[in-house]
């Protein structure tokens, strides 16, 4: 099964407190790609990261920082001293590369994050 | 354009009336998209155009949606007799696939379709 699971439904912090949005996925594929999108209260989908599955190595863009872990099929992201501007709803996905098959981008059902003054 | 262009911005329909939803991709990119997403959910998958593959179309809700690709181009989604459930933000993406172009194989969003059904 192709799925991406994102536990967390929604998250309440005060602004500048670190917070860590949770994905989980499952494939069979041995390569793949991972995303994450950022959807603010404005609506568009914004993409923030791209991982392959091959690449581990954990990647830091200022205040946000992702942790891909493989032996637990996970792809968490942090966003450090959050911001009032941080708040919306974050999507994690999967792409599946299946050889002759569909290569579908898969999404989680999405972490609504809510950033306090 | 340099994103994904989708048209029109709102629509606001009468019941049991046809509409029309119109997606133009990013030049080059093969793979295409259609979500839905209802007011506070989640995307849900409609449906997924690759290349010159059959769609898949799993993720159609009844048989009153519908939705094609002319040329590997420009995709319309049409949804016949709607009703007030079909409501929602419907959203389309594009991708070029593994291996092919530059950049990777992330999708782009359009703005999306606001559908009101009265």
């Known amino acids: 099964a192709q799925k991406v699971t994102q536990a967390q439904t929604e998250i309440s912090v005060v602004e500048k407190e670190d917070v860590t949005l949770d994905c989980v996925y499952e494939t069979r594929d041995t390569t793949y790609y991972l995303f994450w999108y950022k959807q603010p209260p404005s609506g568009e989908l914004v993409f923030l990261i791209r991982r392959n599955s091959f690449d581990e190595q954990n990647e830091i863009s200022g205040r946000y920082s992702w942790n891909f872990q493989k032996s637990t099929s996970s792809f968490n992201f942090t966003i450090t001293a959050s911001q009032v501007v941080d708040s919306a709803v974050y999507f994690c996905?999967?792409?599946?590369?299946?050889?002759?098959?569909?290569?579908?981008?898969?999404f989680g059902a999405g972490t609504r994050l809510a950033v306090h003054p | 354009g340099a994103g994904v262009s989708q048209s029109p911005s709102n629509k606001v329909t009468e019941k049991g009336k046809d509409v029309e939803l119109r997606c133009d991709p990013i030049?080059?990119?093969?793979?295409l998209y259609w979500y839905r997403q209802s007011l506070g959910q989640g995307l849900e998958f409609l449906i997924y155009f690759q290349g010159n593959s059959a769609p898949d179309k799993s993720g159609l809700p009844s048989d009153r949606f519908s939705a094609e690709r002319t040329g590997g181009s420009v995709s319309t989604l049409t949804i016949q007799r709607t009703q007030q459930e079909d409501s929602a933000v419907y959203l389309c993406?594009?991708?070029?696939?593994f291996g092919e172009g530059v950049g990777g194989t992330e999708a782009f969003f359009g703005q999306g379709t606001r559908l009101t059904v009265v």
């Open positions: 996905a999967l792409i599946p590369l299946i050889s002759g098959g569909y290569n579908k981008l898969i």
């Open positions: 030049s080059g990119h093969t793979a």
């Open positions: 993406a594009s991708s070029p696939l």
